[in-house]
């Protein structure tokens, strides 16, 4: 498995449907002008590939086919079980890749859904939608998705006979210029009858290229007199395939505006949408405020009532209700409710903050557990530590816990004091209570009710009192 999150079919339909879904993701694209294979670049962290499993799982309880052939088990490696595969040695076509699927589909299901796996931004419903109407559609084979395009992008159009079915699809290179001015374009989805499909698919002509083409089954059928219906999108921007970086970066502003537009309406406050950048899958509790160029990512989560921002990032964290996170970077860490962090704070891997705690600026923690109430003041580093609750920790304070071979835990109880430029040299242990001077280098354990001083640190006097709790 590749680690990515998958859509686990919370979102398929109340019956089972006797659908497949192909999805071709075998071309390098070349475009891209890139090492990866097109299909595995990120867009919004996830690898394109993946929002067309997504999509496919939300239309079929069968796991959609994945004609692979460049980079091919990169492609597996990153999807894994949530797809089956075939191989598409030689790109000879869209037709081609289809054909590489029948073996495994053939007397599988009623109807075959075929999409791509550059178009991240196509919707579910879409699909549903499509896969309905050829259900309806008695009288032909093949029902398909069209898009109505100020800007054509190259797209064959679609040419409509008087009753409205579609009568031919145009290739941009062939088209007349009567016929180039038409708008209704053919991004290339379509659903089947399946036992149609597997019966026609050897009947595509090969084209001057050598390549056998999907949209030529369009002209089989309506030569056998069948009714071939189209279904348009709404939206445009739904069938924008990633063909360049720059179709990537216009689909990844598309998809930010539509997680954005989201979580507002969820009643989250973002000040500036076109600064904010939110990874699908991120959750977040109404009443936060997003300030302008915060990123969250990966495997969030964040509470009610929050404000992060500005200029913070977030990414792989779980986040409680009422915490404010400026100026800062916090990754794979856990913080409570109550928090404050910065501004300049950086949590790495492995920070747990409990509830109520304050990290001033410049503050740095890994792997460490701050417990309730601690206060970190500004210019410290914790790392491999468990500091106890309603400790201060002076600014300039920093845990030593590499010793050039093996990292060390550095332990305080309840109610410590550190003073400010203290050293704490791991492995060490602060009883509950203790106190150290300022600049400081503990190197032994302290007791409880203890203030050390000095280089290195010594035992100055004891105290005696109680302890809150």
């Not at 419903?125 to 032909?140: I, T, V």
């Not at 602060?430 to 050390?452: E, F, I, S, Y």
Request: net charge negative.
């Amino acid at each position: 498995m590749g680690g990515w999150p998958i859509l686990c079919c919370a979102d398929l339909w109340e019956e089972p449907v006797s659908l497949d879904v192909v999805i071709l993701a075998a071309g390098k694209g070349t475009r891209m002008k890139s090492d990866l294979p097109k299909v595995l670049h990120p867009l919004m962290g996830k690898p394109l590939v993946l929002y067309s499993v997504e999509m496919a799982q939300a239309v079929s309880e069968r796991p959609p086919v994945l004609v692979v052939g460049h980079a091919a088990d990169d492609v597996k490696q990153t999807v894994g079980e949530a797809a089956r595969y075939v191989l598409q040695e030689e790109q000879l076509g869209t037709g081609h890749a289809v054909a590489q699927a029948q073996e495994a589909l053939q007397g599988s299901g009623d109807h075959v859904i075929v999409i791509y796996g550059d178009m991240p931004l196509l919707r579910a419903d879409s699909l549903r939608s499509l896969y309905q109407m050829q259900q309806a559609n008695q009288a032909g084979p093949i029902t398909m998705l069209t898009l109505i395009a100020d800007t054509p992008r190259g797209f064959g159009r679609i040419v409509r006979a008087e009753g409205g079915s579609v009568q031919a699809i145009v290739e941009e290179a062939d088209a007349t210029l009567e016929q180039l001015a038409i708008s209704e374009v053919n991004p290339g989805v379509y659903c089947f009858e399946a036992a149609w499909l597997w019966s026609h698919l050897d009947k595509i002509p090969v084209s001057p290229k050598g390549e056998y083409y999907l949209t030529d089954l369009v002209g089989l059928a309506v030569d056998e007199g069948a009714t071939v219906n189209a279904i348009t999108i709404e939206d445009p921007n739904d069938a924008l395939g990633i063909n360049t970086r720059v179709h990537l970066a216009e689909a990844e502003a598309v998809m930010r505006q539509r997680i954005n537009e989201a979580h507002m309406l969820a009643g989250v406050t973002i000040v500036d949408p076109a600064a904010t950048y939110i990874h699908p899958g991120v959750e977040i509790g109404r009443d936060t405020v997003i300030q302008p160029n915060t990123h969250l990512w990966g495997q969030t989560a964040v509470g009610a009532a929050c404000v992060l921002g500005p200029d913070t990032t977030i990414i792989d964290s779980t986040i409680g209700d009422r915490c404010e996170i400026r100026y800062s970077v916090v990754e794979g860490a856990t913080v409570e409710d109550a928090c404050d962090i910065g501004p300049f704070g950086h949590l790495r891997k492995g920070a747990h903050l409990e509830s109520g705690v304050h990290m001033g600026n410049f503050g740095e923690v890994k792997n460490s557990r701050l417990r309730q109430g601690v206060k970190m003041g500004h210019f410290s580093y914790l790392g491999d530590a468990d500091i106890g609750e309603g400790t201060n920790i002076g600014a300039g304070t920093i845990t030593c816990n590499y010793d050039g071979v093996r990292k060390h835990k550095t332990v305080t109880g309840k109610n410590v004091f550190i003073g400010s430029d203290t050293m704490l040299v791991a492995p060490v242990t602060l009883g509950d209570g203790a106190a150290t001077g300022a600049g400081a280098v503990v190197t032994k354990d302290v007791p409880p009710d203890t203030v050390v001083v000095g280089v290195p640190a010594r035992i100055l006097r004891r105290t005696e009192k109680e302890h809150p709790g």
